[in-house]
């Protein structure tokens, strides 16, 4: 397996979907953690994973501490507009930790004080918009880990 995509209370459907279909075509693994801006039999949500949904590697938790407390000795590496280093500078070994947070607010402030030294993002060249959309900046991601790797 490559990586473990994290998503933390994930609030758009269509994006959690494409990123599912995102995670079974690297052979990656999903974790969702609670709670959800969606219900998780929405269709979609299951239509953005097409008929991929069934094969998909997945972890469902119900808050964040019951995902740290699961994966506590993790290498893991957490995203940001606020961060400083970029994503090209991320040592990416095979198992790592990709953690994104909401589309609305990205992760709590708490994680990313907490995690100051894994803290990357993605570069953007235009002062006209804030973010990317969540699905593309985890297959930005993905898809330099994997050229990294191989």
Request: proline share 3%; net charge neutral.
């Given at each position: ?5 994290v998503?933390?209370e994930?609030?758009?459907p269509?994006?959690t ?9 690297t052979?990656?693994?999903?974790h ?14 299951k ?9 998909l590697?997945?972890?469902i938790?119900?808050d964040v501490?019951?995902?740290?407390s ?5 290498k ?5 507009i606020?961060a400083?280093k ?13 953690v ?9 402030k708490s ?14 060249y ?8 969540l699905a593309n900046?985890v297959?930005?991601?993905v898809?330099?880990?994997l050229?990294?790797?191989?």
């Amino acid at each position: 397996m490559a990586f473990n995509i994290v998503l933390i209370e994930p609030e758009i459907p269509n994006n959690t979907g494409n990123i599912g279909r995102l995670a079974l075509a690297t052979g990656s693994h999903l974790h969702l953690v609670k709670p959800f801006g969606f219900e998780l039999d929405d269709k979609r949500l299951k239509r953005a994973g097409l008929d991929y949904w069934q094969h998909l590697s997945l972890s469902i938790y119900e808050d964040v501490d019951d995902f740290f407390s699961q994966h506590k000795n993790k290498k893991m590496v957490f995203f940001s507009i606020h961060a400083e280093k970029n994503h090209w500078s991320i040592d990416y070994k095979d198992d790592l930790f990709l953690v994104f947070g909401k589309e609305s607010v990205g992760l709590p402030k708490s994680l990313l004080s907490e995690n100051k030294n894994s803290l990357y993002k993605i570069a953007l060249y235009s002062e006209h918009i804030r973010s990317l959309n969540l699905a593309n900046a985890v297959g930005i991601v993905v898809y330099e880990g994997l050229r990294q790797l191989h």
